[in-house]
């Protein structure tokens, strides 16, 4: 009698092996000769030694069973046979059988390439038997991903397979991640019999952020002779690939002998690239026509494109936007007017008119608010439109170089904003001096005055004749005038108060350059010689009205 072990069915994938137990009974002896398995194309079988001992009239020798990758996936029985001896015809074959049921895997891809905005699947497949059930689950980057479907579909070869995929469409670089597909083998009763991983490695290539202007503008229409930055961004290239702006027809922007308006940079930051071009000074019409009107961004691999992003419109304005020729100063607690013309829209609308004050500030310049030591009012004229920033009650604190910026909104282009060239506004000021009262003898007598302005201008210390007084046994000058824009300081210290000390001292600073205008500024201090004691009255002059 010849039977076979296990009794419940072996799960195995095509090239994986499996072990079998037949076990023959006989009443003769010599003992069993020549048990072996009966076994369906491409599965070949392999005896263990030392497993084929006659016991008690029992022999139980082991097989490996070796799948190949040859093997239709399905359901075979495989029966063990034996006889009595190895010239015996008398065969006997078991009345039962092990079921191998032998499953086939689609080959996964282990690493994928795509470019952002393509359509992209990822998917692995376990040939269809119908009496197993399947059980599909995925990862990304180890978290549960279900953004997957599961199908069926049938390969060249005629086998069925059951699929789980995937699928990107359009595929994004934030896509891109390790993706491990998990299938649970079912038996009839629900129990799992195997489980198998694929993992697929997807890397996208392209760009996250197409070529935009400053503000995010996907079309920029500019004035001639403004400074703007494109930028666009993506994946990092590989050491085969190289970057570049193109035009027309996958055409460099930038070459050794022409567009030398543009400026090329870049910078890896989060993991992306960053790619800024910046037009140093917007080109007339005909130069952007050149460049097809819109640029866009590529990655090339030797002069081929590869990828590349979204193009940009690029165009010039013809608006204008002019304002006072000339850098301004003020006295303190005087008024100075700024004036902004801009030309009308296509509609004849007036514009959008924001007033900035240039900062070193990493978030940007300086809105101007319509309140306090400014105010801002606007009209339409005939052909333009006329905005007026005026600073009221100037102090120190409201020096600095101001700007307007006209925003129009464009037909075929986002906001239009075009501004002028900053202007620089002085406010001069002489703080007073504090009154000292000092004795005959007293030593080390110190005058001091603090001003704001600007380069260039001149400071001194002049004597109750209005002649300069120079550093000597008597007096010490201190002037710190080095800086361009101040503040300012200027000191005079007497080294003893006698009785023929000058009754009076006068400190004088006179603008030049831009503000010469304004002239000289003084403060003057006098002394009053009572007994042993002298007081200093203080007084401001201003020679201009």
Excluded at 170 to 194: C, E, M
Excluded at 266 to 275: A, R, V
Aim: glycine share 6%; aromatic share 8%; proline share 4%.
């Amino acid at each position: 009698k010849v039977s076979s072990l296990p009794v419940d069915a072996i799960y195995k994938f095509t090239g994986e092996t499996a072990l079998m137990t037949c076990v023959g009974q006989s009443t003769t002896d010599p003992h069993l000769v020549g048990i072996a398995t009966t076994l369906p194309t491409g599965i070949t079988s392999q005896q263990l030694a030392n497993t084929d001992t006659w016991t008690n009239g029992k022999e139980q020798p082991q097989f490996t069973l070796t799948i190949g990758t040859n093997t239709s996936p399905g359901m075979v029985a495989i029966s063990c046979d034996m006889q009595v001896t190895s010239s015996d015809t008398i065969k006997e074959e078991s009345s039962d059988s092990v079921s191998l049921v032998v499953l086939k895997k689609q080959d996964p891809v282990s690493a994928v390439t795509s470019i952002s905005g393509e359509r992209e699947t990822i998917s692995f497949g376990i040939s269809k038997i119908d009496t197993v059930m399947y059980a599909f689950s995925w990862t990304k980057d180890g978290a549960e991903y279900n953004l997957f479907a599961n199908t069926e579909e049938t390969d060249t070869d005629g086998v069925t397979y059951k699929v789980s995929t995937v699928t990107l469409d359009p595929v994004a670089i934030s896509d891109g991640g390790t993706y491990v597909g998990t299938v649970a083998v079912l038996d009839p009763s629900g129990n799992t019999k195997l489980t198998e991983t694929t993992t697929s490695i997807l890397n996208v290539q392209g760009f996250s952020m197409n070529p935009q202007g400053p503000n995010g503008e996907t079309s920029l229409i500019q004035a001639v002779g403004s400074q703007v930055t494109i930028t666009c961004a993506g994946t990092k290239p590989t050491s085969l690939q190289t970057f570049s702006w193109l035009h027309g027809s996958d055409v460099a922007v930038i070459s050794a002998s022409t567009n030398s308006f543009l400026t090329a940079s870049e910078e890896e930051k989060s993991g992306l690239m960053y790619y800024y071009l910046t037009v140093s000074s917007w080109p007339a019409a005909a130069s952007w026509a050149s460049l097809s009107n819109a640029i866009y961004c590529a990655v090339l691999t030797s002069g081929t494109v590869d990828y590349k992003s979204g193009s940009i419109a690029l165009g010039t304005s013809d608006y204008t936007v002019t304002m006072d020729s000339e850098d301004k100063c003020v006295k303190v607690t005087d008024d100075k007017v700024f004036t902004c013309v801009l030309s009308l829209d296509t509609d004849d609308n007036s514009p959008t008119v924001t007033w900035l004050k240039l900062t070193t500030d990493s978030n940007g310049d300086e809105v101007v608010q319509d309140g306090d030591n400014h105010v801002i009012s606007g009209e339409k004229k005939t052909s333009t439109y006329e905005s007026t920033l005026t600073v009221k009650n100037a102090i120190p604190s409201v020096a600095g170089q101001y700007y307007c910026e006209g925003t129009y909104s464009v037909p075929s282009y986002q906001v239009l904003t075009t501004k002028h060239d900053a202007r620089t506004l002085t406010v001069v000021d002489l703080t007073a001096m504090a009154e000292q009262q000092v004795l005959v003898g007293a030593n080390n007598v110190v005058f001091t005055t603090t001003f704001s302005g600007q380069q260039p201008l001149t400071a001194a210390w002049l004597d109750a004749n209005s002649t300069p007084l120079n550093t000597d046994g008597t007096y010490t000058v201190v002037k710190d005038i080095s800086s361009a824009t101040g503040p300012y300081t200027l000191s005079l210290t007497i080294a003893s108060i006698t009785a023929t000390t000058p009754s009076s001292f006068t400190a004088k600073v006179t603008m030049q350059g831009s503000c010469a205008a304004l002239g000289a500024f003084e403060q003057v201090a006098e002394l009053q010689t009572l007994g042993t004691l002298f007081s200093m009255n203080h007084s401001s002059t201003f020679p201009f009205a």
